[in-house]
C-alpha cells in the first residue's frame, strides 16, 4: 500500500503562486509515475499534471501548461505542483495520485488509471 499526503494549499489572489506537496510513503519503490488532478466545485475531477518517477518525463493538460509546474523531490518521497499566475478557474480541491507499472498501460488522464490517492488540498483563488 502506498499513502499519500497533500499539503500547500490555501487562499491566493489572481496572478499569485502557491505550492503543493504530494508526501508519499508504504510501498513507495512500486510507484511508476504521480499526478494531480483537480476538482472544482460542480464539475467532475479533471487531470491537471504528471510525470514518470524514472526519467522524470511531464505531461500537462492545456489549460495548466506554462503556468504549472510537476516536479519531484526524490530525497523526500513527494511530488511537487508549483502553480503560477493562477486564475479564479483553477480553484478548486487538488487531489495527488500514484500509480504502478502495473497500471501504467492505461492513460495518465485517466483516474481509474491510478491506485492511490490523497485526500485533496484546497486551493481558492480569488479575483
Known amino acids: 500500500q502506498v499513502q499519500l499526503v497533500e499539503s500547500g494549499g490555501g487562499l491566493v489572489q489572481a496572478g499569485g503562486s502557491l505550492r503543493l506537496s504530494c508526501a508519499a510513503s508504504?510501498?513507495?519503490?512500486?510507484?511508476?509515475?504521480m499526478a494531480w488532478f483537480r476538482q472544482a466545485p460542480g464539475k467532475e475531477r479533471e487531470f491537471a499534471a504528471y510525470?514518470?518517477?524514472?526519467?522524470?518525463?511531464?505531461v500537462y493538460a492545456d489549460s495548466v501548461k506554462g503556468r504549472y509546474t510537476i516536479s519531484l523531490d526524490n530525497a523526500m518521497n513527494t511530488v511537487l505542483l508549483q502553480m503560477n499566475s493562477l486564475k479564479p478557474e483553477d480553484t478548486a480541491v487538488y487531489y495527488c495520485?500514484?500509480?504502478?507499472?502495473?497500471?501504467?498501460?492505461?492513460?495518465?488522464?485517466?483516474?481509474?488509471?491510478?491506485?492511490?490517492w490523497g485526500q485533496g488540498t484546497q486551493v481558492t483563488v480569488s479575483s
Open positions: 510525470i514518470v518517477l524514472t526519467g522524470g518525463r511531464t
Open positions: 508504504g510501498r513507495t519503490l512500486n510507484m511508476y509515475g
Open positions: 495520485a500514484a500509480r504502478t507499472l502495473g497500471s501504467s498501460t492505461y492513460p495518465y488522464t485517466a483516474e481509474y488509471g491510478y491506485e492511490y
